[in-house]
């Protein structure tokens, strides 16, 4: 028959008071339903869980097994077991029965913010072995005093703890008093372990706890310093200096350290603060960029009496100093065009060295002197003294007129040996070498033979007509075969763009006769002969030009 059961708390308490238990003990007697009967049973399961004080985090969880049937329903069983012991079940989470009542404000397990004076609540659970129906006995048991000898992390009034004690995870050593807690804890991160050794005495007033470097601590004075200082005065040592710090003035500290010449710099260099002596009178004192130093003065300039104004000419003597002052003439620049006129000197306009000369207008060069000395008109590399090149249609590269009596537009001549005042030609369709209008005065006047250098033609004729000579503006000779007419015509090779000049006379041996030309087109030239008929072996030369 199913039985609900009422606990009678009989004894409640820790093991040892001030000290940290494994376990407690808990003790009583089970009833049943009316009170008045214990219960009896070989195998009750009994199983305790540790609550945080708002019932709602689960602390620790234990279940055991008890006989009250030889009690007559008594029992008495230790809470309390190790971490991963068989006797923890169900939903504990494996934390010492110590932690769980420690209210350090750090978390415990789902425990998130404990305070100091947080309880503890056991729910107790029966399942008695006659009925197998798990009872929760109401209400759950509030622990108050079971903490207060729970807390052996806490050490209160004198106790002592053998040996060395070791708080893990960065713990907190706290010294509570009514006022708070007073703490020490190690750093978060050590790249080592090290012990610091107290002195073996408390020291005297005023000292200070100081370290010989490893870890064994003693009591210092402390260095006997000024506490009373005139205007300027510094507390300090001079660089080197040991023992205690004394008042000195500035002055002092950067004499010892620098030096006490009078006129001398101190300036910071790339090791340190450097003095720089004092220099002779009337040196200036300038800066590589890196350090200060001193440098001698320019000379001095003695005034000249020069007045004042802008002069294109000056005479300086060796202080430097202006002595006289004019106007530039011809004569002062010897190699240059002066406006006004050069003074009777020769003007140079160009090079000393071995460029070529150039004039330009709108940013184009239009005539160079080469370095030869050849001039070039529409070229930049000139071929002859005079060289003179156009590419654009009816420009002229040369157009000379003259209206002038007696005068020829073009002058040339020539008295070299096998040479040409006026040589040219031409390669273009229907181009001439040479071309010469004239309305009254001779358009080509020329003193001296005419020579042309294109092919030179010569024919034998047998009859007076049907003869070829070859040539655009050719030079030739024709000789008879046989008598012939009066009136010779002789075909072109290559034909004229027009009707050529020509120019015939008699040569070789044998009879002369006065001869002209009877007409000319762009492919026949027609000799007339004044009187008789050329005989075989007479020869006259001609030469044709356009």
């Not at 003990?25 to 009896?40: A, E, I, K, R, Y």
């Not at 010449?261 to 603060?273: E, K, L, M």
């Not at 001039?375 to 003294?385: K, Q, V, W």
């Not at 040479?434 to 004729?461: C, D, E, Q, R």
Request: proline share 5%.
């Amino acid at each position: 028959m199913n039985k609900l059961f009422l606990f009678i708390l009989l004894g409640f308490y820790s093991g040892v008071a001030l000290a940290l238990p494994p376990s407690f003990n808990f003790s009583g007697t089970l009833m049943d339903v009316t009170g008045t009967s214990p219960l009896l049973d070989t195998s009750i399961v009994m199983r305790f869980d540790i609550l945080d004080s708002s019932k709602t985090c689960v602390l620790y969880e234990e279940t055991q097994t008890i006989n009250t049937a030889m009690t007559n329903g008594a029992f008495s069983v230790m809470v309390g077991s190790a971490q991963g012991a068989t006797q923890r079940t169900g939903t504990d989470p494996g934390l010492s029965l110590a932690a769980i009542f420690q209210n350090s404000l750090s978390p415990i397990g789902c425990y998130s913010a404990p305070v100091i004076t947080d309880g503890r609540y056991m729910r107790v659970n029966i399942t008695p072995s006659s009925s197998g129906t798990q009872e929760t006995l109401s209400p759950d048991f509030y622990i108050a005093s079971v903490p207060m000898a729970m807390t052996a992390q806490t050490l209160e009034g004198n106790s002592t703890i053998q040996g060395g004690v070791t708080l893990a995870n960065s713990g907190q050593l706290n010294f509570s008093t009514s006022g708070g807690n007073a703490g020490i804890r190690a750093p978060t991160s050590l790249t080592s372990a090290y012990t610091l050794t107290l002195p073996t005495s408390a020291g005297s007033s005023g000292q200070l706890l100081t370290t010989d470097g490893a870890g064994n601590l003693s009591w210092s004075s402390m260095p006997n310093i000024p506490t009373s200082l005139g205007s300027g005065m510094l507390v300090g040592n001079a660089s080197g200096a040991t023992g205690a710090p004394v008042a000195v003035s500035l002055q002092q500290l950067m004499d010892t350290d620098l030096g006490s010449a009078v006129g001398a710099i101190a300036y910071r260099g790339t090791s340190g603060w450097t003095v720089l002596p004092p220099a002779a009178a009337g040196y200036l004192l300038t800066s590589t960029g890196a350090v200060p130093q001193w440098q001698m003065p320019a000379p001095a300039v003695t005034p000249t009496g020069v007045a004042a104004g802008t002069y294109t000419k000056v005479t300086v003597n060796s202080s430097g100093a202006v002595t006289t002052g004019a106007a530039l003439t011809a004569a002062d620049i010897p190699f240059a065009i002066v406006n006004g006129g050069n003074n009777g000197a020769v003007p140079h306009i160009g090079t000393s060295d071995s460029n070529d000369v150039q004039l330009m207008t709108n940013g184009t060069a239009r005539m160079v002197i080469s370095a030869t000395g050849n001039i070039g008109i529409g070229t930049s590399t000139p071929t002859a003294m005079l060289d003179a090149r156009t590419v654009t249609p009816s420009l002229n590269a040369i157009f000379a007129s003259s209206n002038a009596t007696s005068a020829a537009a073009i002058y040339a001549s020539s008295t070299g040996s096998s040479s040409a005042a006026v040589y040219g030609t031409s390669s273009g369709s229907g181009a001439g070498g040479y071309f010469a209008s004239t309305t009254s005065t001779p358009a080509l006047a020329v003193s001296g033979h005419i020579v042309t250098l294109n092919n030179s033609g010569t024919t034998s004729l047998s009859s007076c007509t049907g003869g070829s000579i070859s040539g655009n503006d050719t030079r030739g000779s024709v000789s008879y075969t046989a008598s012939g007419s009066s009136m010779c015509t002789i075909s072109f090779a290559v034909a004229y763009a027009a009707a050529p000049i020509c120019v015939v006379s008699w040569g070789g041996s044998g009879s002369t006769y006065p001869i002209y030309v009877s007409g000319t087109t762009s492919t026949t030239l027609t000799v007339g002969i004044m009187t008789g008929t050329p005989v075989s072996g007479n020869v006259f030369n001609y030469i044709c030009m356009q």
